[in-house]
């Protein structure tokens, strides 16, 4: 069983990574932009007065010249405030304001002047507005937050949603590359990250380096490999080559050197792999009560959606017998949301697989 890693919290973490009960506690030291001196400032004023009761609590205790907007902007987008039971994008929108108000009342505080009009204000709310209500930022944003600041996902993974997805479209998974031979085809599906684009020459024209080819590393729900974009290739598929872009894409495998390298020769859009790249695709049909005309309907429905993806029909008889036959290619078709809505429509739902 793995151990899980826990989000950072500003009540519960410290410096370094903490063993706890239910996981490991991440430090607020590995958090990116977040320095021992913000994290001694955040754990001194814990200790000496408790918990953080709430945000507006969090900033006005915590010394603010330690632990300043992009400190406490970095805290959030991390997850370490969760605990107050706010949203991350309600706590973004609100941070400048807040602290803008409690980085006066802290001054106010240290020159005596807050002494001097008296303690009128008293909670941890008073003189602050209130929190105004957003919608949560997109999970996908949420996560490429934690991804930039933590190094690494937490609460979740950009990919978890197109996992049905992913075991429809790919031909093995990044996790299972190392065991395949070499110059193998493999059709994997993941998150491209730390993209190096290289291979620039300059004229004296144009002192502007122009890349021809990218590195970069594809990530999947099983693991990471390196992946490398050549020429033509590059030419073609460049638009798609950016951070946290989730892509599918077709090359052979390279184990020279050891470690798995993909060199890509297709590449597409994750939402527009049915598309662009399809593989096959089989119906499967049960004669059992198939209505009279519904082959015809079938044809109407493959040309209705012509392509490239050949078409399979999986005939399953009376008697528990298969068939498989492959339909002539003037009825192959282009796979789509409205296709599979066609077929399920027809058939019944769970009717196509894809290979």
């Known amino acids: 069983m793995g151990i899980q890693i826990l989000v950072p919290d500003i009540n519960a973490s410290n410096l370094e990574f903490t063993a706890t009960d239910k996981g490991i506690r991440f430090g607020l030291g590995a958090v990116k932009n977040v320095g021992d001196k913000a994290v001694g400032a955040i754990v001194a004023e814990r200790d000496r007065n408790g918990p953080y009761k709430s945000f507006y609590d969090f900033c006005e205790r915590v010394d603010l010249r330690a632990a300043d907007k992009t400190v406490l902007e970095s805290l959030i987008k991390g997850g370490a405030l969760d605990s107050f039971g706010l949203k991350r994008s309600v706590l973004i929108n609100s941070l400048e304001e807040i602290l803008s108000i409690a980085g006066r009342r802290q001054h106010d505080k240290r020159t005596g002047q807050l002494a001097l009009m008296g303690k009128a204000e008293t909670s941890a709310t008073a003189g602050y507005p209130a929190l105004p209500d957003s919608p949560e930022l997109p999970e996908d944003e949420l996560l490429r937050y934690e991804k930039d600041i933590l190094g690494f996902y937490i609460t979740g993974h950009p990919l978890a949603q197109y996992e049905k997805l992913l075991k429809e479209l790919t031909s093995t998974t990044i996790g299972q590359l190392s065991s395949l031979r070499q110059n193998a085809e493999v059709k994997i599906g993941g998150v491209l990250t730390n993209i190096r684009l290289a291979g620039g ?5 144009d002192k502007t380096a122009r890349e021809r080819y990218a590195y970069f590393k594809l990530r999947d729900l099983t693991g990471v490999t390196d992946a490398a974009v050549y020429s033509e290739e590059f030419k073609r ?11 599918l894409l077709k090359g ?10 993909v060199k890509v020769k297709e590449m597409s859009p994750l ?3 049915y598309e662009s790249m399809p593989n096959r695709v089989t119906i499967n049909i049960s004669l059992a009560g198939f209505e009279d005309g519904a082959m015809e309907g079938l044809k109407d429905i493959l040309l209705a959606h012509p392509g490239t993806c050949p078409v399979f029909l999986e005939m399953n008889r009376t008697d528990n017998s298969r068939v498989l036959l492959k339909v002539g290619s003037d009825y192959s078709v282009t796979i789509s949301d409205r296709f599979r809505e066609d077929i399920d429509e ?3 739902t769970g009717r196509i697989e894809l290979k």
């Open 201 to 205: 020459e300059k004229s004296k024209f």
């Open 237 to 247: 598929y460049r638009s798609l080559v950016h951070d946290n872009k989730i892509v």
């Open 271 to 273: 939402e527009r792999a």
């Open 346 to 348: 027809l058939l019944g």
């Open 252 to 261: 052979r495998l390279d184990l020279s050197k050891g470690m798995p390298l």
